[in-house]
């Protein structure tokens, strides 16, 4: 497989399972925004930091990027339309949510596994994406099951309504 085909190194990478979340924020006018991300990862226990990246081409770029503060929603298995709801683009995705008010306002799901309310702590150029570490300011595990993404699709026991 060669690298100047884009697709092959795309399905190569969808070998690896991951979780899926929401990741959410305020942008500068107080607005909530929200993105399906799957690029999560712990970074350290302690200090408490996390990463996720976000593409340069997203519409929510300039929000996530300028944030101090964000959350990372983690779905549980049976919420895979709220992942597509949040994927989706454009549009008001908090729409009928009844969202809790996190740390400094941030937008927190009504429901979720688990959720990782942060402070932007670093932010570091990753090619067509740009990485976001966070400090773990507050922390919450509702010990449910996670949404998994393998190989382009969603799997796990769940029925998959949000």
Not at 20 to 34: I, K, N, Q, S
Not at 90 to 100: H, I, N, R, Y
Request: hydrophobic fraction near 35%; charged fraction near 25%.
């Amino acid at each position: 497989m060669t690298l100047n085909e884009p697709e092959n190194i795309r399905r190569a990478f969808g070998c690896f399972a991951t979780g899926v979340a929401v990741a959410t924020t305020l942008d500068r006018e107080g607005r909530r925004v929200g993105m399906t991300i799957s690029s999560f990862n712990s970074v350290s226990i302690d200090p408490p930091l996390v990463l996720w990246s976000i593409g340069n081409d997203s519409l929510s770029y300039d929000a996530f990027t300028l944030a101090g503060n964000f959350a990372v929603n983690g779905l549980a298995e049976h919420q895979q339309s709220l992942s597509e709801r949040f994927a989706a683009r454009g549009g008001d995705k908090f729409a009928g949510l009844d969202c809790a008010q996190g740390l400094h306002g941030v937008p927190i799901l009504p429901e979720y596994a688990a959720c990782f309310e942060c402070s932007t702590e670093h932010r570091y150029d990753g090619g067509d994406h740009v990485i976001i570490v966070g400090r773990v300011l507050r922390f919450d595990d509702r010990e449910l099951e996670p949404l998994i993404f393998y190989r382009g699709d969603y799997h796990g026991k769940g029925d998959r309504t949000a």
